[in-house]
């Protein structure tokens, strides 16, 4: 797949998912079961939307596991704990501030995991 579509597909993915924010001050580390709540949401949605979304060239499923693995744990690394309790509860709603990430956390897994080497 061209490096051009995979931006595409992830950037189309990830406002699809509406996950991700831009953070101007890191969050405290999550309580560990809450964290691991919110990892397994935010990958399942993330591999179910990514394969749904797959051109004429499909991905891997093993670059779909690393990406949405990146995003999810990328993301659960800048909030706090309301915020995840937000995502969670609202089975998998994206808060402004998760959305806001979105583009520095979507290209920073795209270049590791999509793109071609």
Not at 30 to 40: C, Q
Not at 71 to 100: C, F, P, R, W
Request: proline share 3%; glycine share 6%.
């Amino acid at each position: 797949m061209r490096a051009r579509s995979v931006l595409s597909l992830g950037s189309a993915t990830a406002a699809a998912l509406s996950l991700f924010v831009l953070s101007t001050s890191p969050a405290h580390a999550l309580d560990g079961s809450l964290e691991t709540s919110f990892i397994k949401l935010m990958m399942t949605s993330c591999i179910k939307n990514m394969k749904a979304n797959q051109g004429k060239d499909p991905i891997p499923d093993a670059k779909i596991n690393g990406y949405c693995s990146c995003l999810a744990t990328s993301t659960a690394k800048e909030l706090d704990d309301s915020e995840v309790q937000s995502y969670i509860s609202s089975g998998g709603k994206a808060t402004v501030h998760m959305q806001a990430m979105n583009a520095r956390i979507n290209r920073d897994c795209t270049k590791r995991y999509l793109q071609k080497q």
